[in-house]
Nanobody
Framework: QFQLVESGGGLVQPGGSLRLSCAAS????????VGWFRQAPGKEREGVLC????????YYTDSVKGRFTISRDNVKNTVYLQMNSLKPEDTGVYYC???????????WGQGTQVTVSS
């Protein structure tokens, strides 16, 4: 069964950091692009960042440039989203998604909650 599982979310103070993980099971993630999306309360889901199967990174949200990075470990079949200098406006549910190309949009994980608050 194809499955994506996000983890690593939580409550963090402004200026803090979190690393989200997107682990795949049932298929080999290295053949796919993986995108991170987020949905803030009352807002539509938006793309954040994506990494292709060739490790090309694409940002979809200007506000995270310089703060968020994406990486993949094909041995662990996992993609990571490193989030630094977090701001309250980064609060939301973060999802990962696969696709043949960025931004993804094929299989989706269940999401992990990120809350940035003092």
């Amino acid at each position: 069964q194809f499955q994506l599982v996000e983890s690593g979310g939580g409550l963090v103070q402004p200026g803090g950091s979190l690393r989200l993980s997107c682990a795949a099971s049932g298929f080999t993630l290295e053949n796919y692009a993986v995108g991170w999306f987020r949905q803030a309360p009352g807002k539509e889901r938006e793309g954040v960042l994506c990494i292709s199967s060739r490790f090309i990174r694409t940002y979809y949200t200007d506000s995270v440039k310089g703060r968020f990075t994406i990486s993949r470990d094909n041995v662990k079949n996992t993609v990571y989203l490193q989030m630094n200098s977090l701001k309250p406006e980064d609060t939301g549910v973060y999802y990962c998604s696969t696709g043949r190309t960025c931004p993804g949009g094929g299989y989706w994980g269940q999401g992990t909650q990120v809350t940035v608050s003092s």
